[in-house]
T-cell receptor, first 112, second 113 residues
Framework: KNQVEQSPQSLIILEGKNCTLQ??????????LRWYKQDTGRGPVSLTI?????NTKSNGRYTATLDADTKQSSLHITASQLSDSASYIC???????????FGAGTILRVKS | NAGVTQTPKFRILKIGQSMTLQCTQD?????MYWYRQDPGMGLKLIYY???????DKGEVPNGYNVSRSTTEDFPLRLELAAPSQTSVYFC????????????FGPGTRLTVT
């Protein structure tokens, strides 16, 4: 069964600290993996996309990694800011049709 | 560019009532989607459309209907509202296929009591 599991479910960190969010997937055949940021009361917004051949991709203070062999991805946030407080959703696309599988998300709260 | 717009933002329905959630995009995307997001769960695809006049069921289509008469608009219809349809509904659009980035609307929070 195609699944995307994210951990932790929620996380609280102090402003300025780093954190790493995890995503494990069983979607096959794999096409790409995206990380979305969803602010409270808003729709998700894409942060990064990674294809099979990419190991690392950065977008400012956000760095995503992908290990296609172990089917794991991580999102690392450096020097967190209060505005990073949001839900981060891992989404995996299958290459055999119009199929996206969404993780449940990790809720991040950055405290001052 | 307004992107993807949805109306209304909030709605409370009584059991058995009907309503239409509106979605419009101005990016000339051919693919459009409707999702629902329940607390603690990933987004679930309700229906999608690959172009005007073409719609297809997603993962959780029961209790919903859609139409796509234009490229811009993709309304979602609830015919007989049930408490199980209490959720946040997101409309999204993309170029060509689901592998491309999807642009989401701000969502409609629906409560059925």
């Amino acid at each position: 069964k195609n699944q995307v599991e994210q951990s932790p479910q929620s996380l609280i960190i102090l402003e300025g600290k780093n954190c790493t969010l995890q995503c494990n997937y069983t979607v096959s055949p794999f096409s790409n993996l995206r990380w979305y940021k969803q602010d409270t009361g808003r729709g998700p917004v894409s942060l990064t996309i990674m294809t099979f051949s990419e190991n690392t991709k950065s977008n400012g203070r956000y760095t995503a990694t992908l290990d296609a062999d172990t089917k794991q991805s991580s999102l690392h946030i450096t020097a967190s800011q209060l505005s990073d407080s949001a839900s981060y959703i891992c989404v995996v696309s299958a290459s055999n049709g119009n199929k996206l599988v969404f993780g449940a998300g990790t809720i991040l709260r950055v405290k001052s | 560019n307004a992107g993807v717009t949805q109306t209304p933002k909030f709605r409370i329905l009584k059991i058995g009532q009907s309503m239409t959630l509106q979605c419009t995009q101005d990016m000339n995307h051919n693919y459009m989607y409707w999702y629902r997001q329940d607390p603690g769960m990933g987004l679930k695809l309700i229906y999608y459309s690959v172009g005007a006049g073409i719609t297809d069921k997603g993962e959780v289509p029961n209790g919903y209907n859609v139409s796509r008469s234009t490229t811009e608009d993709f309304p979602l219809r609830l015919e007989l509202a049930a408490p199980s349809q209490t959720s946040v509904y997101f409309c999204a659009s993309s170029y060509y296929n689901t592998g491309r980035e999807q642009y989401f609307g701000p969502g409609t929070r629906l409560t059925v009591t």
